[in-house]
């Protein structure tokens, strides 16, 4: 008996923001596994920012998105079939299968994962690519010391949490900022960060200034716009800031950096970073992110939707900032 | 016998461009030296873009120039007398003394200079700040390897020149940009560059990646604006931004960044930075700098404008790039 597939395309490339239309859903059938082949029933679908930039035809640091192909993206499952000796039904995996039910593999690009003290979901969270862009950004570029302010953008979101709790950990003041009353009380009663800004709230700066009676030595950055520019009017001399997104600026019209020369009268390190591009240091990050987490000493939140059919709207609300922490798609 | 010393000094701040207005020239009678002072008839006054940015009463890496007080620069000339044993009359001596005929100190951050090789002024130019800001901003913050171009704006100036001539000894392309005709050929014949962009012959964009055909590796800004959003178009990944100037900016309106978010996709490292704050590198950098001027291995040209009095115009014509390789003033 053939089971099938549902995967969802990209359909067409947006013109401004995106849509739902600009996604398909479809039905294949599966094929008998090959030789050294793998398969996996995914459980989990990670829905992240860049793959906003990887549906346009543009420039940037990936190839785009091909058309009418299963979009990209990162997923956790278990092995339903396997004729490749490395893996056998049952082994819980992560791997970049995209948003469909089942992926098929010769095993390469996917990794077993052990689910005994950290759940299968958080591999795509703390203890995956969100995690570990906030340990590289916060510990190879902002490199805070004790006594420092480190301010992070997007403070509840994925990699937003873990940073200012790392920072926490390396005794810096840690401030968020975040969209709305509810999110900012979770960064601070929850993450236990010592402030959190909304910047929803308008009079961004005084509240910022509030926030930071120091200044700030290292800003990491998710979000862009005025944002950026609010939090580098903050900076201290010497600052640091790792570049990890620019979410303001994925739909519509690119957004100019107003006061440049700041980076030169503060003598700013400005540093942009794509995680994928240092997995020399993925082990140790893990590591590290694996024990806090299974200590429950690293905190996480989840937004989860249900069922591949609801991936697009998710994505398109997680680019508007309507997700709470991790945005995850439960496909099983 | 009293002697007169002449002084300029800041008579206001500026209301956007700087106007000779905005100075004031005064005489002043030199009081007899106090033990253990030193007295110096200034010959040459170095004009720097930095200046512009102490005129104004901002937040900025030094105290703003205070108003009626003899306006800052650095000074090379000759001990005339001397009541401060580490100095004798004769000695050639660089120091801080600012627009003003004569100077008067304790001896605390005058140096003795050897003009045996090196022409006395050259130690206001490429033995001097200009000299060591380029170095420490090619060596320091771009880091140039062998076969990748390296980009530099004010390419005729007393940085600019020096960044180009070094980044050739380095193995790199070198491609300037400056402003006309003339200076691009004399940035070419002369210095020596590899090509040579003229900025107010029109589209910059497709001249510089005409210059650029392998993209840009490292970027050496003193100019900001235009300049420095059309060259991050052409930066390669990982490419390298020593921000050293904005003087595009430095009279009326902050120029914008028109697109931060190439700092991201091109995962780029921009480091603003002030040459006086890296002092422990001078005596390296002034060695290497004197050795290569000293054996004509290192070009440089000077705008020497005459007389005390002239100088307030010669600053505001630097400011608009009517210099012409260092500017200095001739005290003598």
Known sequence: MTQTNRQILLASRPQGAAGVDNFRLVETPL?????GQVRVR???LSLDPYMRGRMNDAKSYATPQPLNEVMIGGTVGEVVESLNPKFKAGDKVIGMFGWQEFGTSDGSGLNIVDTTHVPLSAYLGPVGMP???AWYGLNRIIAPKAGETVVVSAASGAVGSVVGQLA???GCRAVGIAGGEQKCRYVV???GFDACVDYKAGNLYEALKAATPNGVDGYFENVGGEVLDTTLARMNAFGRIALCGFISGYDGQPQPLKYPALLLTQRLLVQGFIVSEHMELWPQALKELGTLVAQKQLVYRETVAD???NAPAAFLGMLKGQNFGKQLVKLI
């Open 189 to 191: 009663e929850t993450l």
């Open 131 to 133: 995690g570990v862009t």
């Open 31 to 35: 094929a008998p596994l090959a030789q």
């Open 307 to 309: 069922g591949l059919e």
């Open 168 to 170: 926490k950990r390396a």
């Open 42 to 44: 995914n459980h989990y």
